[in-house]
């Protein structure tokens, strides 16, 4: 018999009741002090860094291309609590950590691409220039401990010739022995400027262009820092204008570096489209060459447009020399035919050290331009839609002319003109006979080989058989007539 009040199964229940509610109670006030405990970024106002010996900011943040101890500002993120350490803030009990599957990989690789792979560290990083390795300093939990990769910065990765010339990085989720010596506001951009860039055409399609792709892919609109390996300061002369346009900060020159650097962020790598492509399906603002190509005028056009410098369409005729191959060997002859059809001529000869803006007036304010096969096409990036642009596609260079050069002048509203040499055009054929292989079939004689093909490239010279010739600059002369006469 049970007493009067409660029955006796009730107050088994309610004790039972009350023992699951007490232990719930425990378990979820264990986890939300756990998740308290984060690491977070300590808001307070940015501390200025400096350095003695190395704290001199070039007069232009630009045309120096160095830095060298530059006052940055500290990050949000406490140099104390670097290497995963965590924290407890006020910020943190009021926002539980996101849990293991929420967090982002702290290292992750975009390398699904045929040209290209890129690194990102999606948090903190320190970067230590005298072991040229970069670290993960945030939250690494959801990366391996200790995970490391070697990686060369530039966009050619099955090359392994243009990878010879590029420094190893070494990117890491290991903790840094150091603490951060000059810290960083704005993401970083990692990139080098070895690899082929000897190489006018290598200087824009594997840097300049892949450049401009990676910073609009992250739409960071001049926010990112520029940090250079393999640097040259010709480059950084060469292209200071252009670099202005890319980024707002001093860009690092990784290689005379002493202190460690740490910024927010870091992509280590660039991402490129192919061949002077800028696909716009690839990028949030859809962009494509047209808009580098203003880029371009943007920051080399001259303000008040130009005067006319005669009252004949001017051809720019680009020409190669020095015994470096695929040079015209009547050149004499050719420019009289240039001159007697109607075209002011001018003859250009690229130097590695010239001032792009002076190149870029000359060309920009011409009808038409003409030049053999090779990097010195690249110049048509230089030229206003609707110019007459005249490629000599020596034997052996009818697949390259056709991907980087004749494509490229399609999009950008160029009037392109082929001149396609004949076996009797080709110094070859003094060489090894017009019905040799070389000549008769380039494509099996190559067969996937480069260094055959260097026969084409490095070796052959053309002499124009001026009748042919004569056809095709009338031909030309009628277009860059008519685009003068409409543009002026």
Same mark, same amino acid.
């Given at each position: 018999?049970?007493?009067?009040?409660?029955?006796?199964?009730?107050?088994?229940?309610?004790?039972?009741?009350?023992?699951?509610?007490?232990?719930?109670?425990?378990?979820?006030?264990?986890?939300?002090?756990?998740?308290?405990?984060?690491?977070?970024?300590?808001?307070?106002?940015?501390?200025?860094?400096?350095?003695?010996?190395?704290?001199?900011?070039?007069?232009?943040?630009?045309?120096?291309?160095?830095?060298?101890?530059?006052?940055?500002?500290?990050?949000?993120?406490?140099?104390?609590?670097?290497?995963?350490?965590?924290?407890?803030?006020?910020?943190?009990?009021?926002?539980?950590?996101?849990?293991?599957?929420?967090?982002?990989?702290?290292?992750?690789?975009?390398?699904?691409?045929?040209?290209?792979?890129?690194?990102?560290?999606?948090?903190?990083?320190?970067?230590?220039?005298?072991?040229?390795?970069?670290?993960?300093?945030?939250?690494?939990?959801?990366?391996?401990?200790?995970?490391?990769?070697?990686?060369?910065?530039?966009?050619?990765?099955?090359?392994?010739?243009?990878?010879?010339?590029?420094?190893?990085?070494?990117?890491?989720?290991?903790?840094?022995?150091?603490?951060?010596?000059?810290?960083?506001?704005?993401?970083?951009?990692?990139?080098?400027?070895?690899?082929?860039?000897?190489?006018?055409?290598?200087?824009?399609?594997?840097?300049?262009?892949?450049?401009?792709?990676?910073?609009?892919?992250?739409?960071?609109?001049?926010?990112?820092?520029?940090?250079?390996?393999?640097?040259?300061?010709?480059?950084?002369?060469?292209?200071?204008?252009?670099?202005?346009?890319?980024?707002?900060?001093?860009?690092?020159?990784?290689?005379?570096?002493?202190?460690?650097?740490?910024?927010?962020?870091?992509?280590?790598?660039?991402?490129?489209?192919?061949?002077?492509?800028?696909?716009?399906?690839?990028?949030?603002?859809?962009?494509?060459?047209?808009?580098?190509?203003?880029?371009?005028?943007?920051?080399?056009?001259?303000?008040?447009?130009?005067?006319?410098?005669?009252?004949?369409?001017? *051809? &720019? %005729?680009? /020409?190669?020399?020095?015994? #470096?191959?695929?040079?015209?060997?009547?050149? $004499?002859?050719?420019? !009289?035919?240039?001159?007697?059809?109607?075209?002011?001529?001018?003859?250009?000869?690229?130097?590695?050290?010239?001032?792009?803006?002076?190149?870029?007036?000359?060309?920009?304010?011409?009808?038409?331009?003409?030049?053999?096969?090779?990097?010195?096409?690249?110049?048509?990036?230089?030229?206003?839609?609707?110019?007459?642009?005249?490629?000599?596609?020596?034997?052996?260079?009818?697949?390259?002319?056709?991907?980087?050069?004749?494509?490229?002048?399609?999009?950008?509203?160029?009037?392109?003109?082929?001149?396609?040499?004949?076996?009797?055009?080709?110094?070859?054929?003094?060489?090894?006979?017009?019905?040799? *292989? &070389? %000549?008769? /079939?380039?494509?099996?004689? #190559?067969?996937?080989?480069?260094?055959?093909? $260097?026969?084409?490239? !490095?070796?052959?010279?053309?002499?124009?058989?001026?009748?042919?010739?004569?056809?095709?600059?009338?031909?030309?002369?009628?277009?860059?007539?008519?685009?003068?006469?409409?543009?002026?």
């Amino acid at each position: 018999m049970s007493k009067k009040g409660i029955p006796h199964t009730a107050t088994v229940s309610f004790v039972l009741v009350l023992a699951m509610f007490l232990f719930t109670f425990q378990t979820n006030l264990s986890l939300l002090s756990r998740s308290n405990v984060t690491s977070s970024r300590t808001k307070s106002k940015p501390v200025i860094v400096s350095e003695k010996h190395e704290e001199q900011v070039a007069r232009s943040s630009i045309q120096s291309g160095i830095v060298r101890g530059k006052r940055e500002e500290m990050p949000e993120l406490s140099p104390s609590h670097h290497s995963g350490a965590v924290s407890k803030t006020r910020e943190d009990k009021r926002a539980p950590s996101p849990s293991r599957s929420e967090v982002k990989n702290v290292i992750t690789c975009d390398c699904s691409h045929d040209y290209y792979d890129t690194w990102s560290f999606n948090g903190p990083t320190l970067m230590d220039p005298i072991t040229s390795t970069f670290f993960a300093i945030g939250n690494t939990d959801s990366t391996p401990p200790d995970f490391t990769v070697k990686f060369h910065p530039y966009p050619r990765k099955t090359d392994e010739n243009a990878k010879s010339k590029v420094n190893e990085l070494t990117l890491t989720s290991a903790p840094p022995k150091s603490s951060c010596g000059i810290t960083h506001s704005s993401p970083a951009i990692v990139f080098s400027t070895g690899g082929y860039t000897g190489n006018f055409y290598h200087q824009f399609n594997d840097i300049l262009l892949a450049l401009y792709i990676t910073i609009n892919s992250l739409s960071l609109n001049q926010d990112g820092i520029l940090v250079v390996t393999n640097w040259s300061e010709w480059w950084a002369k060469k292209y200071a204008d252009l670099l202005h346009q890319f980024t707002k900060h001093p860009i690092v020159n990784m290689d005379n570096q002493t202190r460690t650097h740490c910024f927010p962020s870091a992509i280590v790598g660039l991402k490129t489209h192919g061949p002077f492509v800028v696909d716009p399906a690839l990028l949030p603002q859809h962009r494509t060459l047209l808009d580098f190509h203003a880029l371009l005028e943007n920051t080399y056009g001259p303000r008040g447009g130009y005067a006319p410098a005669s009252d004949r369409p001017q *051809l &720019v %005729l680009v /020409n190669r020399r020095n015994g #470096v191959g695929r040079e015209i060997l009547n050149l $004499k002859i050719v420019l !009289k035919e240039i001159e007697e059809v109607g075209f002011k001529a001018i003859v250009f000869e690229p130097k590695r050290d010239a001032p792009l803006r002076e190149s870029y007036t000359l060309l920009h304010g011409s009808h038409a331009m003409l030049a053999v096969h090779g990097a010195a096409m690249t110049h048509l990036l230089f030229l206003r839609a609707g110019t007459v642009l005249g490629e000599i596609v020596p034997i052996g260079a009818e697949w390259p002319a056709r991907t980087y050069f004749e494509r490229p002048a399609g999009v950008l509203g160029l009037e392109y003109m082929k001149y396609k040499i004949e076996i009797n055009e080709s110094s070859l054929a003094e060489r090894y006979g017009t019905d040799d *292989l &070389v %000549l008769k /079939n380039p494509s099996a004689f #190559v067969n996937g080989n480069y260094t055959k093909a $260097k026969v084409y490239m !490095k070796t052959q010279n053309v002499k124009l058989d001026i009748v042919r010739f004569r056809a095709y600059i009338k031909e030309a002369f009628v277009k860059a007539q008519r685009f003068m006469d409409k543009e002026g």
